[in-house]
């Protein structure tokens, strides 16, 4: 048995939820189809999600909402009219915003419930369309998939025992189509996973069901080694491990999102990366080994909004709890860090710069001179961070000098360099306007020569 997940831009419009049609009915494995809402369909184009968000947001604020409302149903009408499925579903939709906005839920909520609104018509239509077409399937809700989890600020959570509910789906007949984002708290109040999140309803769906594989539809061919707005045609990549791609997508590959790997990852579910438009590609495997077939480095991942704080102090190898005096006040702070390479006497530490206002860092830098007693504290902003990806780096020669000698002929300064703790990467930390460049050359040390 397989899991599909079709992606936002899969299903954005009449035609692509055809193509999902036909890529169901081509492998009769295709048991449980996951669904994102209706993505982009092209540059300037609105997901519906986003709408949604912006119609939660203006209605429990009182604003003007109809223009967000009636582009929403205009979407949904045209993909049904165009897909000749009962039109019953679009007053469906309407009634469900409505008594969405009748409800007496408290603000995130009511906002979550607005939120869940894409994907949950988005299964309802495709379901409806897969019956058209004469394969017998039906729209099941995360609540009655057994989809439970807590009600997270930053996004919902699984509870683990989900999932011996869920491997209850295997025995149902014919195809299920679930809505992916959000699942059910033991109270019943819907909540929803990170944006993104329907990647991770896909993944704890074929741990739970025990899948053979978990097919996640896009719109690329593959994984790629580098972001192709860099680098014109880089190459694909076959097959990567989780840890690979965690890496990968920590610093920007956006492709599949990381909170999806760890039901996966877990239960040992390979993930095949595919393209809903192109589904006779390959696409990229996820494994949890793979052979090493000499070529270490899968990928060079890339990502800006950085900051560090440097913090120097004599003999700081020798102070007892210094660390934890310092983490302590990142924690009072509601600071989380990235990275803290370290040395005998100083110690860097890497924060996204959403994390860190001018305020916060006054404060903070305030903090580490007075209540650490550092000798130095001095902030740098505009880093980006690079990492060249691959298992079985770490055992093979020369993978820190071919990088840095890289970065040295694109005339890249090193701020920070990080290989220490990851098995599976190395980190570098520079200027972001010198990202471009360095990413080239890298790329073509590690690619093309
Ligand atoms: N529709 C949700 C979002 O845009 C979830 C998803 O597409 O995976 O974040």
């Known amino acids: 048995m397989k899991v599909a997940k079709f992606g936002g831009s899969s299903l954005a419009d009449a035609n692509q939820f055809k193509k999902v049609g036909n890529i169901i009915k081509d492998d009769s494995k295709r048991k449980i189809i996951v ?5 982009k369909r092209h540059d300037h184009d609105f997901k519906i999600t986003d709408l949604l968000i912006q119609l939660g947001d203006a209605y429990l604020n009182n604003e003007k909402y109809k223009s967000y409302y009636i582009t929403i149903m205009d979407r949904f009408a045209k993909i049904i009219k165009e897909l000749d499925v009962t039109l019953n579903l679009i007053d469906e939709i309407e009634e469900k915003l409505t008594s969405i906005m009748k409800s007496d839920l408290a603000y995130d909520d009511m906002l979550n419930c607005f939120k869940a609104v894409g994907e949950d018509s988005s299964a309802k239509i495709l379901s409806a369309y897969l019956q058209s077409l004469d394969i017998t399937a039906r729209y099941v809700n995360p609540k009655e998939a057994g989809i439970l ?9 699984l509870l683990p025992k989900s999932y011996g509910e869920i491997y209850k789906l295997r025995k149902e007949e014919g195809v299920l189509v679930i809505p992916g984002f959000f699942g ?15 990647d991770i309803t896909g993944s704890i769906v074929a741990a739970g069901v025990k899948a053979e594989l978990y097919e996640n539809f896009t719109d690329v061919d593959s994984v790629y080694s580098v972001n192709p707005a860099i680098i014109k045609n880089p190459k694909e990549i076959k097959i990567l491990t989780y840890r690979e791609m965690r890496e990968l997508s920590y610093a920007g590959f956006s492709v599949f999102h990381d909170e999806a790997l760890i039901p996966a990852f877990n ?3 390979p993930v095949c990366i595919k393209n ?16 090493q077939n000499g070529k270490c480095v899968v990928g060079i991942a890339s990502a800006t909004g950085f900051v560090s ?14 660390g934890r005096k310092l983490f302590q006040i990142l924690e009072e702070e509601q600071v989380s860090f990235e990275h803290a390479p370290s040395g005998i006497d100083d110690m860097t530490i890497i924060i996204r710069e959403s994390q860190l206002t001018g305020e916060k860092e006054n404060i903070i830098v305030n903090r580490f001179k007075n209540e650490l007693e550092a000798d130095t504290v001095t902030v740098h902003r505009d880093l980006a961070l690079i990492m060249v990806v691959g298992e079985g780096m770490k055992e093979t020669i020369g993978m820190a000098q071919t990088a840095t000698t890289a970065l040295g002929e694109a005339k890249v300064n090193i701020e920070m ?3 220490g703790s990851s098995e599976v990467s190395m980190m570098f930390g520079i200027k972001a306007n010198g990202l471009h460049r360095a990413i080239k050359s890298l790329y073509r040390a590690f690619f093309e020569g």
């Open 35 to 39: 669904v994102s809402a209706p993505g």
């Open 149 to 157: 989890v807590n009600n997270d600020a930053n996004g919902a959570q």
């Open 184 to 198: 059910y708290t033991e109270d019943g109040i819907l909540a929803t996973f990170s944006r993104g999140g329907s």
């Open 267 to 269: 239960a040992k579910i």
């Open 276 to 291: 809903t438009n192109n589904p006779s590609a390959p696409g990229t495997m996820i494994v949890s080994d793979k052979e």
């Open 309 to 322: 704080i440097y913090i120097s102090k004599f003999l700081m190898n020798r102070e007892l709890g210094f």
């Open 417 to 419: 360099i990080n290989q």
